[in-house]
Nanobody
């Protein structure tokens, strides 16, 4: 089991930026950020297939969010720009170790084994 440590959430006004970080304790084939707002289902926001650096995003965040990785630190980041009130949610980092190919299907949470504790992002209008 891989341990994931998240950081970087907080409160910001609409139009602002935040960067989330997720450090993994061991090898992961892919990592991603998911979010869940009260009363809504969890959704994939941005994911990265680490061997190739392939990235995939939810349509709602394309052009605003960027996922990246630092292999030396075994850490994945989610840079969130132009934040909107509808981005308010608990954000979770997730990881998998057995994925062998990239694809948009990686935005589905069923493919992830390990989850972080979550970090709250609140965007005010």
């Amino acid at each position: 089991q891989v341990q994931l440590v998240e950081s970087g959430g907080g409160s910001v006004q609409a139009g602002g930026s935040l960067r989330l970080s997720c450090a993994a304790s061991g090898y992961t084939s892919n990592m991603g950020w998911f979010r869940q707002a009260p009363g809504k289902e969890r959704e994939g926001v941005g994911v990265i297939y680490r061997p190739g650096g392939n990235t995939y995003y939810a349509d709602s965040v394309k052009g605003r969010f960027t996922i990246s990785q630092d292999n030396a630190k075994n850490t994945v980041y989610l840079q969130m720009n132009s934040l909107r009130p509808e981005d308010t949610a608990m954000y979770y980092c997730a990881a998998a170790t057995l994925i062998i190919s990239p694809g948009t299907w990686l935005l589905k949470d069923e493919y992830y084994n390990d989850w972080g504790q979550g970090t709250q992002v609140t965007v005010s209008s």
